[in-house]
């Protein structure tokens, strides 16, 4: 499928609904992606005639939801090009999968004293599993600072890995500056087990798992046009064999007994309970969707919408933009001079355009700006040049209310 951005525009019925009386622009992607009609089709099947437990039952339904549902393990796979379908773990999300590895591999082997390598780019969900080690059990948390661009070299990660560093953990797309990491050549630059958060990155551009080298990389469904509670981590066979379950319960065991329990074999080990069966599904709708138009093709929508809306917000000499790495993505956090990032999001908002303000889940980079919120606008594959410019004229109209 070519990519046809009018076509697009026009699979994602939220697109076409007014905020305030005007048509909206839709530049919070970042937090959450809106669903095209073939996801809200899938979600809408699986419930209406499609739906059951899954893995259980012998019954026609069941048997269909469990097709239907362990189906998306392989879309994910092909979509990461994962080297192998087992390694992926379904999971509520990037949070979830990052606890995950704290929990199921890190917090067994880790000591007081050994370091894991964290840049100041994270988000909160690549912060927090890591300062629960810190706390029980004096785990040492080594930071890296971005440059003054936003930018955030392979080099300076690598030099941050010492004879105690046990895992680096790092972003591969910033969700405040949109900065690409080379998360390849950091990983491929050290033996210590690589963790990398997806979560915006495989939203923008092309992922090849079997090239990048890392050892766990986690996607969340709810940016990637799926729903909400739905996502996957990779975790390479090697590792899930160190890793103890995370969660224990149906599904999730081989036996039990009243004085032993034997566990299933990765990936079931580390999925318990009752899953978010229909969640998965629309995921893997969105996946194929994806797929369809080509990764390829959704980067280079997007490198044009990002240069366009840098060129038009380095002209508003007025405005303050946090990061401006040369590889980024279309994403952009803005600060004003005499207004709050809150009130910037709420006049937008009259204008029909919609983004985040806030600490968007990272603080430490808040910090390293010296700001306590900003404004985000993140642009997404089904956005326009023309949306650039109404971002653009809704600043230059809360310049003209604050001057």
């Known amino acids: 499928m070519s990519f046809d951005i009018a076509k697009v525009r026009a699979d994602f019925p939220i697109l076409s609904r007014q905020v305030n009386g005007k048509p909206l622009v839709y530049l919070d992607s970042g937090a959450s992606a809106q669903k095209p009609q073939v996801v809200i089709d899938a979600i809408t099947r699986a419930y209406e005639g499609e739906y059951a437990n899954v ?5 026609y339904l069941s048997n269909l939801a469990t097709d239907n549902y362990e189906r998306v393990r392989a879309i994910i796979a092909r979509f990461l090009n994962a080297p192998r379908e087992d390694e992926v773990i379904f999971t509520s999300g990037s949070t979830e999968g990052i606890n995950l590895v704290s929990y199921g591999w890190a ?4 000591q007081a004293g050994d370091e894991i390598v964290l840049s100041v780019l994270e988000h909160h969900a690549n912060i927090v599993p890591w300062h629960f080690l810190r706390e029980r059990q004096g785990v040492v948390l080594k930071w ?8 955030l070299p392979a080099e300076k990660v690598l030099a941050a890995i010492g004879p ?3 895992l680096v953990a790092v972003t591969h797309m910033s969700n405040v500056t949109g900065t690409i990491v080379d998360v390849a050549a950091i990983a491929q630059g050290t033996d210590v087990p690589v963790l990398v958060d997806g979560s915006q990155a495989a939203v923008h551009m092309p992922v090849d798992l079997s090239a ?3 050892d766990f990389y986690c996607v969340t469904g709810h940016k990637l046009y799926g729903p909400s509670g739905s996502g996957a981590i990779w975790i390479k066979a090697a590792r ?11 599904d999730m065991i081989r036996t039990v007994a009243r004085d032993e329990v034997t566990y299933a074999d990765p990936p079931l080990r580390f999925e318990a309970g009752t899953p978010g069966i229909v969640n998965q599904i629309g995921l893997g709708a969105a996946l194929e969707y994806l797929m369809d138009l080509g990764m390829q093709n959704v980067a280079a929508h997007e490198r044009v919408l990002r240069d366009h809306a840098r060129d038009r917000l380095r002209q508003l000499n007025w405005l303050s933009v946090q990061g401006d790495a040369p590889d980024k993505g279309a994403i952009f956090s803005m600060t004003m ?6 009130d910037l999001s709420t006049i937008l908002d009259k204008k029909g355009v919609a983004i985040r303000a806030g600490s968007h889940c990272a603080m430490p980079l808040m910090e390293f700006y010296g700001i306590n919120a900003s404004a985000r606008a993140s642009f997404a594959m089904y956005n326009t040049v023309e949306e650039v410019d109404a971002l653009v004229e809704a600043l230059s109209f809360c310049r003209e209310l604050f001057a």
């Open 164 to 166: 105690k560093t046990k």
């Open 212 to 214: 990048l080298g890392c």
């Open 144 to 151: 890296v600072e971005p440059e003054a661009d936003g930018s």
């Open 55 to 59: 893995h259980r039952g012998l019954h």
């Open 337 to 342: 001079e005499g207004a709050h990032a809150h």
């Open 240 to 250: 899930q064999a160190e890793m103890r379950p995370f969660l224990g319960g149906g």
């Open 107 to 110: 917090a067994p082997r880790l």
